[in-house]
């Protein structure tokens, strides 16, 4: 089956950019999203179709994709991005997430 | 707006089963495919199924294939998750979603607040 790989967390200091990775064979043929989950809150997606930003959602989230990899960027990370942070991916019919990266802005 | 509503949740034995449900206000629920994911305490997203617009196509993940069923009424702007025989690591928060995209690109949006199942004896 098709797999998702994030780093289990990271941290970045305020201000500062964070980059975010997904890896699975082949990702950069699919087309990956992004979603933010705040504790106790529901996810968001932040990212779709690799690059997009949904309306409302703060110009300092980009996201890009290449090769085996994508990435989901923060620009001048702030302290109410701390979150976690799933990639998702179509595989044939069936739909993956990765394993998700708890962002800690420090 | 557009809103999704989880209910259904609550405390069954192994073995035992649960029906949720999911309301869907907003939007004509009837032109959209509609998923179920869920979330173990602690840990990440796992989607389960999801459904086409239609109900004509069904699709599982191997985890609950042959124990969950999804379906829906665009009546009522329903769609629904039956679970039969239930076991421990099915404990999760169970969140419904709307599909937005095309079958090859594609994406969550909105989410339910969730709704809990636990098993347990």
């Known amino acids: 089956s098709y797999e998702l790989t994030q780093p289990p967390s990271m941290s970045v200091s305020p201000g500062q950019t964070a980059s975010i990775t997904c890896s699975g064979d082949?990702?950069?043929?699919?087309?990956t999203s992004w979603y933010q989950q705040k504790p106790g809150q529901s996810p968001v997606v932040v990212i779709y179709?690799?690059?997009r930003r949904p309306s409302g959602i703060s110009e300092r989230f980009s996201g890009s994709s290449s090769g085996n990899t994508a990435t989901l960027t923060i620009s001048a990370t702030q302290a109410l991005d701390e979150a976690d942070y799933y990639c998702?991916?179509?595989?044939?019919?069936?739909?993956?997430f990765g394993g998700g990266t708890k962002l800690s802005v420090l | 707006q557009v809103q999704l509503v989880e209910s259904g949740g609550g405390l069954v034995k192994p073995g035992g089963s649960l029906r949720l449900s999911c309301g869907a206000s907003?939007?004509?629920?009837?032109?959209?495919?509609m998923t179920w994911i869920r979330q173990a305490p602690g840990k990440g997203l796992e989607w389960i199924s999801y459904?086409?617009?239609?109900?004509?196509?069904?699709y599982y993940a191997d985890s609950v294939k042959g124990r969950f069923t999804i379906s829906r009424d665009n009546a009522k702007n329903s769609v629904y998750l039956q679970m039969n025989s239930l076991r421990a690591e099915d404990t999760a928060l169970y969140y419904c979603?709307?599909?937005?995209?095309?079958?090859?690109?594609?994406?969550?949006?909105?989410w339910g607040q969730g709704t809990l199942v636990t098993v347990s004896s």
């Open positions: 979603a709307r599909w937005v995209g095309t079958t090859t690109s594609y994406w969550f949006d909105p």
């Open positions: 907003g939007f004509i629920l009837s032109d959209y495919y």
């Open positions: 459904i086409t617009s239609s109900s004509h196509t069904t």
């Open positions: 082949d990702l950069g043929d699919r087309y």
């Open positions: 179709h690799n690059n």
């Open positions: 998702q991916a179509r595989d044939s019919t069936t739909v993956v």
